[in-house]
């Protein structure tokens, strides 16, 4: 049996609970982490910034083409 997995939450203070298995992984930054922290928000998961910069393209790019179809509507 491998030794119980710490929380990785990075930085400091160092979180001291242990990991939970499975829903403790986080499937952004695949680091293991404990009931408070395996949020993306409560680890400050370094995957988070790109996932919400990739959302936020995404949606951006939507509502360009929504935009340009009801201009080609109107016009
Ligand atoms: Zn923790
Ligand atoms: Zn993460």
Known sequence: MPAKKRCQ??????CN??????VGDCA?????FC?????PEYHAC???AEC??????RNKGRLESE???AAK???
């Open 52 to 57: 919400r910069q990739e959302a936020f393209q």
């Open 35 to 39: 009931a408070t922290h395996r949020l």
């Open 28 to 32: 952004h930054c695949h680091s293991s």
């Open 73 to 75: 509507i109107v016009g």
């Open 46 to 48: 370094l995957k988070l």
């Open 9 to 14: 939450l990075p930085g400091e203070p160092r």
């Open 17 to 22: 609970n242990a990991a939970l298995r499975i």
């Open 67 to 69: 935009r340009t179809v």
